[in-house]
């Protein structure tokens, strides 16, 4: 903890470099992609005119293209070790409570519940989003591969593989900068709850009332109680001896 009780470590320098080098690379990706599949707009030709014309512009998304396999393997290398030496929970992986605290929170945007879902270190939300960028990366990384080397694959593969990874690569690089552009900045900066800028990914510490309210149940275990204390449900004395031994 930081400044006593208020903040509390979330993310680790490691996790805030890594968010970075994604910032950085799906920048320049983004830029120097959707400039080459909308080369007709005047933006687009503006861009590649000051690129130095349209060799550099893909010269720089291939060279890029390989520093992001680089981040994305690193990614799923770490968090595998991490796992498998049982260093750290497996936190990201969809289990039923999120289909559970789902339902609940469409339940209580209807007036049906009187608290939102309870949830752990990432929410539904967060995990989808993980989840369809993660996956979205791959898919962008194998088509990118194909694209780069289309001789050597169609050794192998047969030559309709070409345009197939073309539609793949241009379609889902609209869909992960449509992610990105509403979903992700609208959570991360537009919400109310973290307007103007959710800076936990870049300092690394959140408030505990943000704790509190989004993930109550890490919450708990970070403080050693049980939940239903911390939430000031348990049962009726329970909370104040919690308060008294200053964890609650
Ligand atoms: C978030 C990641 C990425 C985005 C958003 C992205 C976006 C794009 C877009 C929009 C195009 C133009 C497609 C069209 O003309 O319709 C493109 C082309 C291309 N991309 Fe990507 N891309 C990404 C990652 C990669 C990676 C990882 C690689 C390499 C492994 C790669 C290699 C290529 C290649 C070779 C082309 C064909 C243009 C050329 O010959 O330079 N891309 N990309």
């Not at 497996?90 to 309870?118: K, P, Q, W």
């Not at 900068?177 to 709850?193: E, G, R, V």
């Not at 800076?199 to 109680?225: C, K």
């Amino acid at each position: 903890m930081k400044d006593g009780k208020t903040k509390i470590r979330r993310f680790s320098t490691f996790r805030i470099a890594e968010h970075w080098m994604i910032i950085l690379s799906s920048v320049v990706l983004f830029a120097t992609g959707l400039c080459q599949r909308f080369w007709h707009v005047d933006s687009a030709q503006w861009f590649i005119l000051k690129m130095g014309g349209i060799d550099n512009v893909r010269l720089v998304h291939r060279y890029m293209g390989l520093f992001f396999t680089f981040e994305i393997l690193l990614h799923v290398g770490v968090a595998v070790g991490g796992v498998a030496s049982r260093k750290w929970e497996s936190s990201m992986f969809i289990t039923r409570e999120d289909l559970v605290a789902s339902i609940h929170n469409i339940r209580y945007y209807f007036g049906l519940e009187n608290h939102a879902a309870r949830c752990d270190r990432y929410d539904y939300m967060e995990k989808f989003e993980y989840w369809t960028i993660l996956i979205g990366g791959f898919l962008m990384i194998v088509s990118g591969a194909v694209l780069w080397l289309p001789t050597m694959v169609t050794r192998i593969l047969p030559g309709e593989i070409i345009p197939a990874a073309k539609v793949l690569h241009s379609n889902e690089a609209l869909l992960i900068f449509l992610i990105n552009a509403i979903w992700h900045i609208y959570n991360s900066i537009f919400s109310p709850d973290v307007f103007p800028l959710d800076t936990s990914i870049f300092t690394g510490y959140i408030s505990r009332d943000r704790m509190m309210r989004e993930h109550p149940l890490e919450l708990a275990r970070i403080e050693g109680v049980e939940p239903n204390v911390l939430l000031g449900d348990g049962p009726p004395g329970v909370e104040e001896k919690a308060a008294d031994s200053g964890t609650g």
